[in-house]
């Protein structure tokens, strides 16, 4: 299987693109700065290929995804993983972060899925997994941004899922729960002791087991339209 697994340099999406080069499939890395880290994740897969692009910028992820296409003439598994998050009040969230955060984690699906489900759509199979978050849901204070892009990204998986279901493809969102990535790590003290408040098992989710999660879902057939919460925070 072709895997293209945005922001796999660091954090979820390295377990992400590890854990589908532990089983043998072609596995296209992503990135948008940090170089190196993606040339290390690329060295620990046997067919690999490094890319970097803002996913903010339509044109850029679409000759990013043509030449995922040159090399393999096929995309089987996108994950839209790639994403920042901010913390601040609303009525103190600038109209730059609010900006950055919607055209990350929900513009940057978009322009993915629109690009890669094209070629899906001619392969008449496909599988989309979006990461999605928890506070997508629920919403939090001080991320109001991250949260209503977050929430977008669930209503886009819906929406594709239900306009694509006819031509074979899967489109799902997971929620990995708090993870001590960078992103996990940089927040403030009080969002993780929050999460483990609310955690039922009082535990951090790992980066490695979501990856087998989503590694596992992309191998089911007949799965679509689905949010999967990764913790034990109730809905
Ligand atoms: N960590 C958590 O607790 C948590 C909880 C719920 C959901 N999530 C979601 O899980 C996903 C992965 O998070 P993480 O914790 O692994 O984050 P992370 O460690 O901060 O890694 C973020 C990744 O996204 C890439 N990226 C960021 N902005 C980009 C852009 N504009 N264009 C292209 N790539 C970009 C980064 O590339 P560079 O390395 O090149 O900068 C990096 O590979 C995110 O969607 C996040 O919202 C995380």
């Known amino acids: 299987m072709v895997c ?18 532990n089983r043998g499939e072609q596995v296209a890395v992503h990135y948008k700065n940090k170089s190196s880290e993606a040339e290390e994740v690329a060295s620990q897969i046997k067919d690999s290929l490094i890319l970097k692009a803002d996913v903010r ?11 995922v296409i040159n090399k393999w003439g096929r995309i089987d598994v996108l ?14 969230t600038t109209e730059k972060d609010f900006d950055d955060m919607v055209n990350t984690n929900l513009k940057g699906p978009f322009n993915f899925i629109r690009t890669v489900g094209r070629h899906m759509m001619k392969q008449k199979s496909g599988h989309i997994i ?35 279901s006819r031509y074979n493809i899967m489109v799902n969102a997971v929620l990995p729960g708090y ?6 790590t940089e927040a403030n003290e009080r969002a993780k002791e929050r999460a483990l408040r609310e955690s039922l098992v009082k ?9 087998e999660f989503i590694c596992y879902l992309s191998e089911t057939t007949g799965i679509t339209g689905q949010v999967f919460n990764l913790d034990s925070r109730i809905l």
């Open 4 to 21: 293209l697994i945005t922001g796999s340099s660091r954090g979820l999406g390295r377990a992400i693109a590890l854990a589908f080069g």
């Open 179 to 184: 993870m001590l990535t960078d992103m996990g």
């Open 57 to 67: 910028d339509f044109n850029r992820v679409k000759t990013l995804v043509e030449r």
């Open 203 to 211: 535990k951090f989710s790992e980066p490695d087991k979501v990856a």
């Open 79 to 92: 994950i839209n993983n790639a994403g920042i998050t901010k913390e601040a009040l609303l009525i103190k």
């Open 130 to 164: 979006n990461v999605a978050s928890f506070a997508g849901v629920k919403g939090k204070e001080g991320l109001s941004a991250y949260s209503a892009s977050k929430a977008g990204l669930i209503g886009l998986t819906k929406t594709a899922a239900k306009e694509l």
